[in-house]
């Protein structure tokens, strides 16, 4: 937590569009909040004077997108452009970056013919298996997992599917593998004071989590700075 994962994944997006490449690249996210996210940090540290090479799809389901993310969006939304199937077509051919929610990969990519050179999937540990092998299909070159099954996991909606590991993400089975793959780790947080992360980082990441040094200075709230008010959801009074 706090280790600053998107900016990386810019990174990672920013050198790939350096290097010209026959096909493009796909981004894609669980929630429209995180694709908005990942584009918006894009967009304005690395393609604030190329914005014409981003494209967002949408569909008339994702109504809760940004207001900038739907200057870059084609699809059937309210506020964008009358949406023709053409439209996605030419898109996906003039741009090189597309950006999209992992549930409308479907419509939007032929996941046989629809190739790229970089597949890169944000908030993997949130991600069903199932899921992310969708963007799996779409790489045709290198594929990305950015996430944190320990801050963020599959959240299953089945008992029974649960024992049988479907929240287990694609990411989380791959660590657990040990197939070497690699895995880097963000160490330095930039969240949260040291005394806190201390615990977190024994608790979650076998002590190898750290400060960063701009924060060691800072000092945890003092008792009565802050007003605390608690509520009790056991009973409906």
């Given at each position: 937590p706090g280790t600053g994962k998107s900016d990386v994944a810019v990174g990672i997006i920013a050198l790939h569009s350096a290097v010209k490449t026959e096909n493009s690249q796909v981004i894609l996210c669980g929630t429209n909040n995180a694709v908005d996210l990942l584009l918006g940090k894009v967009c304005t540290g690395y393609l604030?004077?190329?914005?014409?090479r981003a494209v967002r799809f949408g569909d008339r389901q994702e109504a809760s997108i940004s207001e900038f993310a739907k200057s870059v969006t084609v699809g059937q939304l309210q506020g964008v452009s009358e949406y023709k199937k053409s439209d996605v077509e030419l898109r996906k051919q003039?741009?090189?970056?597309?950006?999209?929610?992992?549930?409308n990969v479907v419509n939007r990519f032929n996941l046989n013919k629809n190739k790229h050179a970089l597949s890169l999937v944000d908030e993997a540990g949130t991600l069903s298996e199932a899921t992310v092998l969708c963007a799996?299909?779409?790489?045709?070159?290198?594929?990305?997992?950015?996430?944190d099954p320990k801050q963020l996991c599959v959240m299953g909606r089945s008992d029974s599917a649960t024992t049988r590991g479907v929240e287990v993400s694609l990411m989380e089975r791959l660590q657990d593998l040990s197939l070497g793959i690699p895995m880097v780790m963000l160490e330095?947080?930039?969240?949260?004071?040291?005394?806190?992360?201390?615990?977190?980082?024994?608790?979650f990441y076998g002590g190898q989590l750290r400060t960063a040094d701009c924060l060691l200075n800072l000092s945890v709230w003092e008792p009565g700075c802050y007003r605390s008010c608690l509520f009790s959801t056991s009973d409906s009074s």
């Open positions: 604030d004077k190329e914005l014409h003039t741009k090189d970056i597309h950006f999209c929610t992992m549930g799996l299909t779409l790489a045709d070159g290198t594929m990305v997992l950015v996430g330095e947080q930039y969240r949260m004071v040291s005394s806190i992360c201390k615990v977190v980082s024994t608790v």
